[in-house]
């Protein structure tokens, strides 16, 4: 063999082994690039989960009494914390100008009155024309209302007590100016039938029924849980909070323990059943108790990225809501070194 032959046969075998090389050191770094994940699958199931929510104490009679017309109060004759009686003064308005409203309306009654008894003479006599003595009629009835409608008004310019009970909150002051209908006392009813109202989102409230049981603590009674039911439901969102809410009422905790306002926190037990996943708490790798974000695969070979509404963590478990409807799978295990779109390999 020439000197010739034998350089291009080293320079063939050269090129063989440095693309043999080359192509090892590509596979292997597309195996690197390929991470291993463990994966389990996913169903929705039922669940009867707890709902936690908290609210205040309030009583299932309270009332905001005010006045029907405004004006200056001219007494209020009760405080807070007072007991009070049905149909007990608790306070008035000063009687000045609707007292001289009155008069003035009186007047015009007898006015109208003496119009009404000419216009009839007259009528008879032929001077005056029916319509003169109709007009005249019409006249006499409005002034009649007006002085009916005036003396009403002067009967509520007090509040009086619905029934027995007691004054919760004080609103106003001697010599304030207010309007009709401004609240000027709180007060519930003797009976004291405390309620916790709570604030619930719109999936929780549609998950409660009335009758629903609960337990419910309060400071004042730490490490005590007091047996409850649901009382009711609103029927509409609270335009403060933006919330709904449901009454959780108990017999159990002594009354003179409660005040209203009293901080307390509810566990409902819904009989509802709901449907979600339960998966992993370590399948989250982002998130709040509201939501977070999970990978998936649907093909088993890409992991993907998606966020999840969480309903609530429990035992380790979290509880999700929505986000896995389109998921054959979700990966459990390698999502640490995850990122949207990244090559999976499925080890078992």
């Known amino acids: 063999m020439t000197p010739i032959k034998y350089i291009f046969s080293f320079l063939v075998l050269i090129f063989f082994l440095s693309a043999c090389a080359k192509k090892k050191v590509e596979e292997t770094k597309n195996d690197s690039e390929i991470i291993p994940v463990k994966i389990m699958s996913i169903n929705r199931e039922a669940i009867g989960q707890n709902i936690h929510a908290s609210g205040i104490f ?47 309306a009186q007047i015009g009654l007898e006015k109208a009155e003496r119009d009404f008894k000419r216009a009839g003479n007259l009528y008879q006599d032929s001077v005056a024309t029916l319509e003169q003595f109709q007009n005249s009629k019409t006249a006499l009835d409005m002034a009649k209302q007006q002085i009916s409608i005036l003396k009403f008004n002067q009967n509520y310019a007090e509040i009086r007590a619905l029934k027995a009970g007691f004054v919760i909150k004080k609103l106003a002051n001697n010599g304030q100016v207010v309007g009709p209908g401004t609240p000027i006392l709180m007060v519930n ?125 429990e035992h380790g478990k979290v509880i999700v809501a929505q986000g896995l409807e389109e998921a054959r799978g979700i990966i459990t295990s390698g999502n640490a070194y995850l990122n949207a779109g990244s090559a999976i390999k499925i080890i078992r």
């Open 189 to 313: 009813g003797a009976n004291n039938q405390w309620v916790l109202k709570v604030g619930l989102s719109d999936q929780d409230w549609a998950s409660v029924s009335i009758g629903d049981p609960a337990k419910v603590t309060i400071d004042t009674e730490k490490g005590q849980n007091f047996t409850a039911t649901v009382r009711a439901k609103s029927e509409g969102v609270d335009p403060i909070t933006g919330t709904l809410w449901v009454t959780l009422k108990t017999k159990e905790i002594p009354a003179k323990k409660i005040a209203l306002g009293i901080f307390g926190k509810a566990t409902i037990q819904p009989h509802k059943k709901t449907t979600a996943w339960i998966i992993p708490f370590d399948a989250v790798v982002e998130g709040n108790e509201n939501e977070g974000y999970v990978f998936i695969t649907r093909d088993e070979k890409t992991a993907e990225k998606v966020k999840v509404k969480i309903s609530s963590i």
């Open 58 to 104: 309030t009583t299932e009679d309270e009332a905001y009494l005010g006045f029907k017309i405004g004006g200056v109060i001219q007494n209020i004759l009760v405080k807070e914390g007072d007991a009070i009686k049905a149909g007990q003064l608790l306070a008035t308005l000063n009687l000045t100008e609707i007292k001289s409203q009155v008069q003035q």
